[in-house]
């Protein structure tokens, strides 16, 4: 209802402005031409000629009027086709589009000035009034084709996605009255239903199988939310309210009064409406095109970045959250490919948490780690228990190199990894969390940090011999060929000249 009554606005100023044009284009030459017939204008050759037009004009307005109903049924077809491929909003994009209306208002006015004129200007001669006729004519038929390639290019997903994007980054620069309830309710509405047309282009291309514009979907999605954090502690407080805008958004179905409240107190219902999308976006493509999966957990991943840097702790932890359901989702449905993308992103993720310093966050993305290496491996997925066992010791070389307090607490979630979640250490579970440990423990040795390779040795020592040498010569031979499968740059054996030195010195402590 709202946004038929701004359009009514819209369109009401419109004819307002055109009835002032065209009042004005009917009028002025129209008083020219009384003044020529009375003498007070010089009669020059061209004038004369001009008069004399008046017979060869009487077709004008059947030609301006089949220029008008061309532009308007070329104009319908083609916003009816991208609102069906794309989006609905095509709609009201090209009913706000300035331009459109322009043009349309130059062919109307046109028409009716063709129709009108002759009538106002039948007792006396009308050389300025054939004159505009006729520019107004060839104007009509000269912008036909250049009013073509302008709906063609303003219906173009990557310019709806960036004018989507614009409105919703507009919306959330105004000074918002904090006592005014209507206003914000209705900033909040449009927002949301900006991200939703955002989506909705992403979802129908999917299926289209044009990954070009679903990258550009992720994009807009990932800019608003980066745009968004800079700008959350300048809103008011009633902008975080939920109570109005949650009903029939599915977004925000089937959420207890606690979870509200939740909500509401840690300003999450936009960073919970752009993430959900991100991760619908996720599902959607999860057996469809890789690409997507892995440009999906950049943005979050850079989303969760800046939200450390702004100290947004509220959207920060719901992006760890997302991380969670998009590594579930890929285990779950046995996604190998989505699951080591996500995990790349998530252990970039976490570096970057070691240095902010965020101890909380980075324990919580070790026990992740840990949890999905896991449940990997429950489903039959040693690669990514692979990936995750050695992700989690590449993170806890960077929270040792940054001095961070948590290090003894991953250090005990990472040698806890080869815990099974239901049947007990396997070999071949054992032997893959091994490897990491073993070459975590070369990297404190080359440290000079004896004493946490120690306490890896502790974990291994009770290890067959046999086992403990055939892990000694993998590392050292340092080819992981499983990881080729996915990454052909990815080694996680690689250890430079002085950690295999340390790795021999490592393994020489089991024949004491």
């Not at 992103?345 to 965020?358: C, H, M, T, V, W």
């Not at 324990?363 to 692979?386: C, V, W």
């Not at 430079?496 to 004491?512: G, H, V, Y």
Request: with cysteine.
């Amino acid at each position: 209802m709202k946004k038929q009554v701004k359009h009514y606005k819209l369109w009401a100023v419109f004819f307002m402005e055109l009835l002032l044009l065209f009042s004005l284009l009917l009028f002025i030459p129209f008083i020219l031409d009384k003044l020529y017939t009375l003498s007070l204008i010089p009669e020059l050759p061209f004038l004369r000629l001009l008069a004399s037009l008046d017979e060869h004009l009487h077709f004008a307005p059947k030609i301006l009027a089949g220029v008008l109903g061309i532009a308007i049924i070329g104009a319908a077809i083609i916003v009816e086709l991208a609102a069906n491929r794309y989006t609905s909003k095509a709609v009201d994009l090209f009913i706000e589009d300035k331009t459109s209306l322009h043009i349309l208002g130059l062919f109307i006015i046109s028409c009716l000035h063709s129709l009108w004129a002759p009538i106002l200007s039948a007792h006396q001669q009308s050389p300025f009034t054939n004159l505009l006729n006729i520019l107004l004519l060839t104007a009509s038929f000269m912008l036909i084709m250049p009013y073509g390639v302008h709906l063609f290019h303003f219906l173009k997903p990557g310019n709806m996605l960036q004018k989507l994007g614009g409105s919703v980054r507009t919306i959330l620069d105004e000074k918002m009255n904090p006592y005014d309830d209507i206003s914000l309710k209705s900033n909040q509405y449009k927002v949301i239903d900006g991200i939703g047309s955002i989506s909705d282009i992403g979802l129908n291309e999917i299926h289209n199988n044009d990954r070009s514009i679903v990258f550009l979907t992720v994009d807009a999605l990932e800019q608003i939310l980066l745009d968004y954090i800079e700008i959350k502690k300048q809103l008011p407080p009633a902008w975080f309210s939920v109570s109005e805008i949650s009903e029939g958004d599915p977004d925000f179905m089937n959420l207890t009064e606690d979870a509200f409240r939740l909500i509401e107190r840690r300003k999450l219902w936009f960073d919970r409406k752009v993430l959900n999308q991100l991760s619908l976006l996720y599902r959607e493509t999860l057996e469809k095109d890789y690409g997507v999966n892995k440009r999906i957990s950049m943005a979050l991943r850079r989303v969760g970045v800046k939200a450390a840097l702004w100290q947004d702790y509220g959207t920060l932890d719901y992006v760890v959250s997302t991380f969670s359901l998009m590594l579930y989702i890929s285990i779950s449905s046995g996604g190998v490919q989505p699951a080591y993308n996500a995990l790349f992103q998530y252990r970039i993720f976490a570096e970057a948490l070691a240095e902010q310093g965020l101890e909380d966050q980075l324990i919580q993305t070790g026990e992740n780690s840990r949890f999905y290496g896991q449940l990997a491996d429950r489903h039959k997925m040693p690669l990514i228990h692979e990936f995750a066992a050695f992700n989690l010791g590449d993170i806890i070389r960077r929270v040792y190199l940054s001095s961070s307090p948590s290090l003894d607490r991953l250090l005990e979630i990472f040698l806890a990894m080869d815990r099974h979640i239901e049947t007990g250490d396997s070999e071949h579970t054992t032997r893959i969390v091994r490897k990491a440990q073993a070459k975590l423990a070369a990297f404190f040795l080359n440290q000079n940090a004896e004493h946490y390779a120690r306490t890896i040795f502790q974990k291994m020592k009770s290890d067959p011999l046999p086992r403990l040498i055939s892990i000694k010569e993998e590392l050292v031979e340092g080819k992981n060929e499983c990881c080729y499968l996915i990454d052909p740059l990815v080694n996680l054996y690689f250890m430079d000249t002085q950690e295999k030195i340390a790795l021999e010195r490592f393994f020489s402590w089991f024949a004491e």
